[in-house]
């Protein structure tokens, strides 16, 4: 991927009087810190990243001294720095250390708060690597099933991300989505798979509706609008 064709989903402001640190008293704060140091130089090394710097030998660091702290800012910085952090080498090759890192992904997909679950499956709508997600999707998919609706209905828009890029790692998606969605209480995670099929499988959109048309009256705003953009759909390509 060139230059040119990269996508910046963060933006960060940052005061342009201020000096920027050395890449040895950021790797001195990541190593040797506590919880607040820690923070503040990994929030330093972001937002050095997104003007552009490499430090390349601060991944391992990060790694080593950062990835497994369980405090909650720094889990939300490090879906930042994942996000933004060259993860291949010059000829595209993934690199070595983002093994860890993806096995870091997949303790996060099984942790028991709802809020670091459903944001790591928000992250990884944004990644573009497929290596990275394969070993993922079992995590993924068994996110479905958690008793909270925040973390079902972000495994929806991963699931749908996923297979829109890498169809071939979650071929049977429109299938998983359809038996969630007829199985599904809550309005918002009925709402995503059912886009996911607009998108992904009209036919089984279509499915899905005709099982229950005679209930449509009775559910939420949200997917009122959203069967209206099914129907609209259907009807231009009949009347095209």
């Not at 720094?74 to 070595?96: Q, Y």
Request: charge should be negative; charged fraction near 25%; hydrophobic fraction near 45%.
């Amino acid at each position: 991927m060139t230059a040119a064709e990269n996508v910046c989903y963060t933006l960060i402001n940052v005061p342009m009087d201020s000096e920027p640190p050395s890449e040895i008293s950021l790797k001195n704060d990541l190593e040797k810190g506590d919880v607040k140091s820690k923070t503040e130089a990994l929030k330093k090394v972001i937002i050095m990243i997104l003007n552009g710097e490499k430090l390349p030998g601060l991944l391992m660091t990060i790694i080593r001294f950062v990835l497994p702290l369980q405090d909650h800012t720094i889990k939300k910085l490090l879906l930042v720095f994942w996000e933004i952090v060259p993860k291949t080498t010059p000829d595209g090759r993934l690199l070595h250390e983002m093994i860890l890192v993806c096995d870091a992904y997949r303790k996060d997909l099984q942790h028991p708060n709802e809020f670091i679950r459903g944001s790591t499956l928000r992250f990884l709508c944004k990644l573009k690597e497929a290596e990275l997600l394969e070993p993922l999707m079992p995590a993924i998919r068994a996110c479905l099933e958690h008793r909270h609706s925040y973390v079902r209905r972000n495994a929806v828009l991963a699931i749908y991300t996923i297979y829109r890029n890498f169809e071939h790692l979650i071929p049977d998606a429109p299938e998983l989505i359809h038996d969630f969605l007829v199985n599904e209480k809550d309005a918002s995670c009925k709402r995503n798979a059912f886009m996911m099929l607009i998108h992904a499988d009209q036919d089984r959109a279509l499915d899905y509706l005709s099982t229950c048309i005679d209930q449509v009256q009775t559910f939420g705003d949200i997917l009122q609008l959203v069967i209206v953009e099914l129907i609209y759909k259907v009807r231009l390509i009949y009347d095209g």
